[in-house]
């Protein structure tokens, strides 16, 4: 069975990152580490924000493919498309392409945790890696989310800014190996916080 790339280009960069974050980055740090340290955060309180406001696209998309699919004669609209469903229920085109975007909103919470505790965990120790690798996550979450959303309903069209899209997966692993490799330096006494 083949190693899938990300994971390799992930445990192949993380430790060549952080072993020169720690013997040579720490003139940089010492330097400028209130302003690195911020880097991560930031990012982090970003993405969430961006979240937020990409959660009001698929409200506006309920709306619009309800409309859509009551225009068609389609019936039992309201209970089909409406709150408290999070998916409208049925496999029309309009139902399909809400369920995109909706999917689109609905990913990022399957990821966004792990991404954001493992790169604050991470900057403790590694604060350059880890702001990479978030910005890494950010920008690629931001592409796979507007694929989706953007896909019509073919959700096999979600990686349709492939090249940008996967930056996510390496972001989400490269941030979880450095969450623990801070966590098990702090754990060890081998790196303090203070």
């Keep these: 069975m083949a190693i899938?790339?990300?994971?390799?280009v992930v445990f192949g960069s993380v430790p060549i990152g952080g072993y020169l974050e720690l013997t040579k980055g720490s003139s940089l740090i010492?330097?400028?580490?209130?302003?690195?340290?911020a880097i991560t955060p930031a990012i982090v309180i970003a993405t969430g924000f961006w979240t937020l406001t990409h959660g009001f696209k698929v409200g506006k998309a309920r709306t619009k493919y309800a409309e859509l699919a009551k225009k068609d004669g389609e019936k039992d609209v309201d209970e089909r498309f409406m709150l408290p469903n999070l998916y409208a229920q049925g496999t029309s085109k309009?139902?399909?392409?809400?369920n995109c975007i909706q999917r689109s909103h609905q990913h990022i919470f399957e990821t966004f945790t792990t991404a954001a505790v493992g790169g604050l965990a991470?900057?403790?120790?590694f604060p350059i890696c880890s702001a990479v690798f978030?910005?890494?996550?950010?920008?690629?979450?931001y592409y796979l989310?507007?694929?989706?959303?953007?896909?019509?309903?073919?959700?096999?069209?979600?990686?349709?800014?492939?090249?940008?899209?996967?930056?996510m997966w390496y972001g989400l692993l490269g941030n979880t190996a450095l969450g623990m490799a801070s966590?098990?330096?702090?754990?060890?006494?081998?790196?303090?916080?203070?």
């Design 4 to 8: 899938p790339t990300p994971i390799l």
């Design 30 to 37: 010492s330097a400028h580490g209130s302003q690195i340290a």
């Design 94 to 98: 309009h139902v399909r392409a809400f």
């Design 122 to 125: 991470g900057a403790l120790t």
């Design 134 to 141: 978030t910005l890494m996550y950010a920008v690629g979450r």
């Design 145 to 167: 989310s507007k694929g989706y959303s953007e896909c019509e309903g073919d959700a096999s069209e979600r990686y349709k800014y492939k090249k940008i899209a996967v930056c």
């Design 183 to 194: 966590c098990a330096l702090i754990m060890s006494g081998k790196k303090t916080l203070w």
